[in-house]
């Protein structure tokens, strides 16, 4: 089991430029999540998903969106990328509510 | 509005001693709570969670204890290793498909 993948790693982006966060998860989990952390702050829950079809918004959804086509996938798409969505991008599952959450290894974004 | 503090940013402790991480909550429909660890450029793994129905629960060299009255929850790591050096984040639930995390304290075991 890979548990929860993501990709790239790292990534530079112009402003104004947009790219596709990709996540993916081997454990048949219902639920996942998109979160940004800032430095020195918490998890701020942007999208998450209760099953394929299905998202809803989090904390701060502004300038993302999010497609669940299948139940191993959850991109994240940034359309026009700001200095303000610099931040390091973790995705999560989860099997059910109230069930442990499995983070991935996070992607870092730079936006200059 | 932070519905959950960690207010202590971060922690020094001697290997072999007690750490006592905090957290304090707003939200008293809260009923599920949760610590995760994560180490510098990984992403956050469980630790330890705990039910409002429950005043304490115990995993190994991790306790968490919960306070309810006072909504504040404690994670007790005895004895502290030189491993467990990482950001602690304390997260909590109502009846509701999210979690709001704290904003996390380093903790640091020297020997």
């Known amino acids: 089991n890979a548990g929860v993948t993501q990709t790239p790693k790292f990534r530079i982006l112009k402003i104004g430029q947009s790219m596709t966060l990709q996540c993916t998860q081997d454990m048949n989990h219902n639920y996942m999540y998109w979160y940004r952390q800032d430095p020195g702050m918490g998890l701020k829950l942007i999208y998450y998903?209760?099953?394929?079809?299905?998202?809803d918004k989090g904390e701060v959804p502004n300038g993302y969106n999010v497609s669940r086509s299948t139940t191993e996938d959850f991109p994240l798409r940034l359309e026009l990328a700001a200095p303000s969505q610099t931040s390091v991008y973790f995705c999560?599952?989860?099997?059910?509510?109230?069930?442990?959450?499995?983070f991935g290894p996070g992607t870092r974004l730079l936006v200059l | 509005d932070q519905q959950v503090k960690q207010n202590s940013p971060s922690l020094s402790v001697q290997e072999g001693r007690i750490s006592i991480l905090n957290c304090d909550y707003t939200n008293s429909m809260f009923d599920y709570f949760l610590w995760y660890k994560k180490y510098p450029a990984e992403g956050p793994t469980f630790l330890i969670s705990?039910?409002?129905?429950?005043d304490k629960n115990e995993d190994g060299r991790f306790t968490v204890f919960l306070n309810k009255s006072a909504k504040h929850l404690s994670l007790h790591i005895v004895p502290s290793q030189p491993g467990d050096s990482a950001v602690y984040f304390c997260a909590a639930s109502n009846n509701t498909d999210k979690l709001i995390f704290g904003t996390g304290t380093r903790l640091q075991v020297f020997p």
């Open positions: 705990i039910s409002s129905i429950k």
């Open positions: 998903s209760v099953g394929a079809g299905i998202t």
């Open positions: 999560a599952s989860s099997y059910r509510r109230k069930e442990t959450q499995y």
